[in-house]
């Protein structure tokens, strides 16, 4: 494992059980406004264009390497604004919505008419 890596995981105990809360991840990403480009159901696509976290094989700690420091025009969220608990929590939402099987087109009636 790279230096980073075992660092984050040894500094972050939750985000590396990966102990975070769902529900409060879903507040969380609507508090913080992370639907505004990822989408309500994290498809991506939002007003901003943002990229889809869903079923996108995203590990803990790509999601929170993409929080802390973004690639590309996201905000970062320092400990400061999102405290460790909190991206543990986004962590478990943004995991489980990969786990809830995409839809098929054929059965999104406004698709089909």
């Given amino acids: 494992m790279r230096p980073l890596i075992l ?10 059980q990966n102990t975070g809360d769902a529900a409060r991840g879903k507040e969380l990403f609507s508090r913080d406004n992370c639907y505004t480009c ?9 007003a901003l264009g943002g990229p889809r976290l869903a079923h996108a094989g995203l590990t803990p700690n790509a ?14 969220y320092s400990e400061k604004i ?3 608990a909190e991206a543990a929590d986004i962590v478990a939402f943004i995991q489980s919505l990969s786990r809830e099987p995409e839809p098929d087109a054929k059965s999104i009636k406004l698709l089909n008419q």
């Fill in 7 to 16: 660092l984050l995981l040894a500094a972050t105990p939750a985000l590396a």
């Fill in 38 to 46: 990822h989408g309500t159901t994290g498809a991506g696509g939002g």
């Fill in 63 to 76: 999601i929170i390497n993409e929080l802390r420091r973004p690639r590309a025009a996201m905000p970062a």
């Fill in 82 to 84: 999102l405290t460790d």
